[in-house]
DNA sequence: CGGAATGTTGACCACTGTCAAGAGCGGTGG
DNA sequence: CCACCGCTCTTGACAGTGGTCAACATTCCG
């Protein structure tokens, strides 16, 4: 067995022991699972938006959003994936993506025909439960995105977003402390907050003249985390087993 | 049969075999399904954030929103739930609501027990996979609002929501033409909008000057469909089964 | 070492929010 | 049937958050 097997195993195997338990069984089924793994540079399209893909992903390494655009060249970034987090699970039973998903650094990806996925929902209820609850968890995400966006300052909404992602990083052993690699440019972040890049830029000099973040080298060093959980309005309920206790 | 159960056939079923064909075993399991039928008025909140409910909810009759707030009196609405909408249905794997569910009109539903419900997937997988793909397309809603209060104007935000409340009522048949009732206030809709409640009222003019729209007596009348779509950026396809074609 | 991508800054602007007052509407009770 | 009260809608003046544009600094990477 080597390497990259361990990855694979560490990765979707934790994940969805996080989600619930597993038999032996269950877990042998998974590891059987047919797949190619594969790596892509930054910025490569995953998925795009409009296709009916023949296959979905798990992500093993790096970090990846997805994203929806309006013509114009406007275009939001709607969620962010990390290692572990599987990539067009909704295109196996809704057929078409109704968004990108795209690199944001380098990524290591394990390729699983929906055909097999599929096969394997058929054979484990438990399993299809899993994913099912998967699914629920990050409609729970997008809810608090929806209220982040709608109802939050720049400033809160910001804070709100690095608390999110270190809390999640966390869960999976990728955060030390509540520092954690954020390999993004501060465009990327706007698209995400739904501000411009220039903002962003002055809302992260705010956050760090105030002694909650760092942010240099691509590594985001939290100061002061209850602060910043203050600061947002930051509470990690919604973000169920996605989440380790804070 | 009395004319409730006619109701309740009409929507719940009506609304999974949007999703996909069941057998007429599975239809009989839906109709024999444990149930209370009830009404409420408006402003009765169906389910507080926090809680764990110990059953779900069929919206019959009525209008209601999903909403989150953050303490200080900010609140933002995530979605709106129609007739033949599942409601809570995320407390059943979830255990716990992460927003609350609130009556925007006198509603009436059926109350379904958890544990029932559970049973019922376990015993039919082909439906667990309709109410997969149900919260699939729930969470592309959320992506769609995400993108709308991130990257959209007021204005065209506006336009989108009507646009899409368009479509998911027409789906059910409760529209004629692009005319629909819309029993809300501006307030609300400006919870849903991330607005002002003054911003709806001066956008909504906006809209009706242009000939979009005309708002009175609580139905909302769509004078101008292709320049409303045109307006908002409006494409249906992220409504996948919800939205008739249009 | 050099060029492109990213980050930073400042001046200015506009979309949306805030506050406040008044008008319209609908429901309720006398 | 009318009067009243409260909720919702509307309007205006003003304020502020965040956007735009443009230039420059810095970092990254080939």
């Known amino acids: 067995m080597d390497r990259l097997v361990n990855i694979y195993e560490d990765r979707l195997i934790a994940k969805l022991e996080r989600l619930g338990p597993l038999s032996e069984d269950e877990r042998h089924l998974l590891q059987d699972l047919p797949r190619t793994e594969t790596s892509f540079p930054t910025r490569h399209d995953l998925f795009r938006e409009g296709e009916p893909p023949p296959h979905c992903m798990v992500l093993l390494e790096g970090l990846v959003c ?6 114009d060249g406007r275009r939001q970034i709607v969620a962010f994936n990390i290692p572990g987090d599987i990539l067009g699970l909704a295109s196996i039973l809704l057929g078409r993506m109704d968004h990108s998903i795209g690199a944001l650094t380098p990524v ?14 058929e054979r484990c209820p438990n399993l299809t439960r899993l994913l099912w ?3 629920l968890i990050e409609a729970a995400v997008f809810r608090e995105w929806v209220l982040n966006l709608g109802r939050r300052s720049a400033y809160e909404r910001t804070a709100h977003l690095l608390c999110e992602i270190s809390s999640r990083l966390h869960a ?18 706007a698209d995400a907050l739904g501000l411009t890049p220039v903002h962003v830029n002055r809302t992260l000099q705010h956050l760090r003249a105030n002694g ?11 100061r002061n985390w209850p602060a910043l959980k203050e600061a947002a309005g930051f509470d990690p309920a919604y973000l169920y087993e996605l989440a380790a206790a804070a």
Chains 1, 2 share one sequence.
């Open 212 to 222: 909650l973040i760092e942010w240099r080298h691509r590594m985001l060093v939290v």
């Open 172 to 189: 999976i052993g990728l955060s030390r402390g509540h520092s954690y690699p954020l390999p993004i440019t501060q465009a990327e972040l």
């Open 66 to 71: 997805r994203c929806k655009g309006i013509g």
């Open 108 to 121: 290591h990806v394990a390729i699983i025909p929906n055909a097999a996925m599929l096969a394997l929902t």
């Open 133 to 135: 609850r998967e699914t």
